[in-house]
């Protein structure tokens, strides 16, 4: 069983009649799921995914003290670590000494603070730059089994993508990345006999491959584990060139056996996100394989002046 399933199976069987029952003036104020850290809040949970924070449970989010006073908050966490701590073949953990207790009671302001820094999750451009994705996933992926004022909802739907002008930006920054460490350094540090150095380069150049792909699709990209993952379910880079067809060139990249090759396979991958700024309108009518080059080409593309005019790198993170 999923983690996502089990927790909401969980919530309707305990979680739900516990706060019909005891809490009917809360109910309406409070926000109830399965969103923030963990494989299980985007679906990638496995086997291996048991050894640590897999259990029965859901987080319940309160509204602030003005609306839930810290007695009645201090009541919930009572009443939550009273739930039964066995269902369906699975046992509730204590904390973890391996990413902690990312489940229970907690004050929805201090996780969105936590998480995107501000308790209100509305953001600026300039906090939009400085974000990072995994963080923007964490709050908007998962699934929301109950929310009373639709406030929580109303935040997730609000952060489900960047804007514009920051994608394109932080575009910008990584197909730049591509273009220095994989068409550029890569060659210049074989012929120095600089492997490691080289290796590196075909590192950098994949990272930013990943993140680059993400951003065309409009996607945030997960923490570093779940990247390739992920990527395998874009359908479409370029067209004919699916998420899954790039995972496996990267991944050629950086486990092949020595570098034979490798150089012509950067410059195929490059030419294909080439085509993609066009396909996507993120360039002119010709496609540019020289990265560096296209990636200002796409940095002018931001409408904001004062974003435009930042570093190419300054939404890279």
């Known amino acids: 069983m999923k983690g996502l399933e089990l927790s909401e199976r969980y919530y309707r ?8 029952s005891r809490f009917p003036a809360l109910l309406p104020h409070l926000a109830c799921g399965l969103i923030g850290e963990g494989s299980e809040c985007l679906g990638y949970d496995d086997e291996i995914s048991r050894d640590h924070d897999f259990e029965p449970g859901f987080i319940l989010f309160l509204p602030g003290e003005n609306v839930v006073s810290r007695r009645d908050a201090f009541l919930l966490e009572r009443a939550y670590q009273a739930l ?18 990312r489940l ?16 209100d999750g509305v953001l600026t451009l300039k906090d939009w730059m400085t974000v990072p994705e995994q963080a923007l996933l964490e709050v908007t992926a998962g699934r929301v089994f109950y929310d009373g004022l639709g406030t929580l909802t109303g935040v997730r739907a609000g952060l489900r993508r960047l804007p514009d002008d920051v994608r394109v930006k932080r575009l910008a920054g990584h197909l730049l990345l591509m273009g220095q460490a994989g068409q550029y350094n890569y060659g210049r540090c074989l012929r120095r006999g600089e492997h490691a150095a080289a290796a590196s380069c075909l590192y950098r150049f994949a990272e930013s491959a990943v993140h680059a792909a993400h951003l065309l699709e409009g996607r945030y990209v997960p923490y570093y584990k779940w990247q390739f993952r992920s990527l395998r379910e874009i ?35 490059a030419m294909r996100f080439a085509e993609a700024l066009r396909e996507f309108g993120l360039t002119d009518g010709n ?18 002046p004062g974003i435009r005019n930042l570093n190419i790198l300054a939404a890279v993170i």
């Open 104 to 119: 229970g009671v907690r004050r929805l302001d201090a996780f969105l603070e936590e998480k995107t820094g501000r308790p």
């Open 287 to 304: 496609i540019d394989p020289e990265l560096e080059r296209a990636a200002y080409a796409v940095n002018g593309r931001v409408e904001d």
């Open 235 to 269: 359908p479409v880079v370029a067209e004919g060139y699916s998420g899954e067809a790039l995972s496996a060139d990267l991944e050629a990249l950086m486990t092949g056996p020595g570098d034979a090759g490798k150089q012509e396979a950067v410059e195929r991958v």
């Open 84 to 101: 039964p701590d066995t269902f369906e073949g699975f046992r509730r953990k204590g904390i973890s000494p391996v990413g902690g207790n």
């Open 13 to 20: 069987a305990y979680g739900q009649p516990m706060l019909e």
